[in-house]
């Protein structure tokens, strides 16, 4: 919603440019990643996920890396593009049934 | 497409009434959730259901009930609505885990005002 975005981290970014936005979980019993997007008045969008027998996974212009040993996820996104503004939540958990979120990053693109 | 769908965008209600949040998908998903996002405290799960009729109490069910009669249609009830219930409700739906992980769709959310 409107106020997703407040008190969030805030990543700025020059259109054209690749961002990158990092996410620490905390449950080494994990095994399954998710990266959501949330625009402005919108529900959260899935994006792409890994699961733990995986360190690394690609879409269309993101990339997903997983680092186990330091619980740690990242989400790359080539050539951030102004629709690409959001606010950016991962997401972890066990069997999918229930997931813990992380609390957000806030991207912004600057035309 | 998967669509979820809540039935308001926007909803303001008075302190002690019972309220009802609906939400309907339609991709035959097996499992619904319910959320309740604030800010600085991100999402929170509240119910979840894996079956019709089934349902688990997430990690702040407090105040809330929850109502699963059909598989596609999930609805989160506000026994006695207070001033600390107004958020933004987000519905969620996805396939049954199986072992494989299925990514949640979610609606749109209700943005719930208590007076």
């Known amino acids: 919603g409107e106020s997703v975005g407040l008190h969030l981290p805030t990543l700025s970014v020059q259109e054209g440019d690749n961002s990158i936005i990092n996410c620490a979980y905390s449950n080494s019993a994990s095994d399954y990643f998710i990266w959501y997007k949330q625009e402005s008045g919108k529900g959260p969008q899935f994006i792409i996920d890994?699961?733990?027998?995986?360190d690394k996974r690609q879409g269309q212009r993101v990339t997903v890396l997983l680092n186990k040993t330091v619980k740690h996820l990242s989400l790359q996104i080539a050539a951030t593009q102004p629709g690409d503004s959001a606010v950016y939540f991962c997401a972890w958990g066990r069997g999918y049934q229930k997931v813990t979120f992380g609390t957000g990053t806030k991207l912004q693109v600057i035309p | 497409d998967v669509k979820v769908t809540q039935s308001s965008r926007y909803l303001v209600k008075r302190t002690g009434e019972k309220v009802f949040l609906e939400c309907v998908q339609d991709?035959?998903?097996?499992?619904m959730f319910w959320y309740r996002q604030d800010p600085g405290l991100g999402l929170r799960l509240i119910y979840f259901?894996?079956?019709?009729?089934?349902?688990e109490k997430g990690d702040i069910p407090e105040g809330y009930s929850v109502s699963r009669e059909k598989k596609e249609r999930f609805s989160l009830i506000l026994e006695s609505a207070s001033t600390n219930q107004t958020s933004m409700y987000l519905c969620a739906s996805s396939l049954a885990d199986r072992g494989q992980g299925q990514p949640q769709h979610f609606g749109d959310g209700t943005r719930l005002s208590i007076l």
């Open positions: 991709m035959d998903h097996e499992n």
């Open positions: 890994i699961r733990s027998n995986m």
């Open positions: 259901s894996y079956d019709v009729k089934m349902k």
